[in-house]
């Protein structure tokens, strides 16, 4: 089985380093994608994540049919969305760190981590292992998600990894062995 994930272009709010809140691609990531366009190969129906900025980046890339597919959204970061890592560090410093040391925990009252690396590990576990080659287009944590899963590092090796707009992260194998290819540029 093949999977490709890539990683949505540039928003306002990756660039300022913001909590995702659902905005979408900004002037510069919208040129990058198109610039991208025409790399990719799919074949079939597109899995993108539910966010604007991934369903325009599939559409500008030319993927063929994106469909929206929920396990593949970012971390809900509940109240916390649009506001800055600095912010909220500032306002809530400790419930940043229970969140940062707990992937249980959910202070924001959002998703805890652990259920979005629960809900992406499903997501792979389910696809048939003798369909198509699929090539989705998700957020940076999704990627994150999958690269902790087939890796099968600790939860908290989702914080060491860092994933680049317009990137491919390949994964191969199998449920249950991966192999992992990360960063390679569209």
Known sequence: MRVTLIS???SEAAR?????DGGPLDALG?????AAAGTLR???PTPVAPSPRCRRTA?????PSPVDEPALAGCDSGRWRGRTLDEV??????ALARWLADPAAAPHGGEPLQALLDRVAGWLAALPGDGPPVTAVVEPDTVRAAAVHALGAPATAF???DVRPLTATHLTGRAGR?????????
């Open 30 to 34: 919208l040129r990058a994608a198109e």
């Open 59 to 63: 559409q500008v890339l030319g993927l």
């Open 178 to 186: 991966w192999n992992l290819r990360c960063g390679e540029p569209l």
């Open 42 to 44: 799919a074949d079939g």
């Open 8 to 10: 949505a272009a540039m």
């Open 89 to 94: 560090a500032a306002a809530e410093p400790e």
């Open 16 to 20: 300022q380093a913001r909590f995702d």
């Open 159 to 161: 914080w060491r990894l």
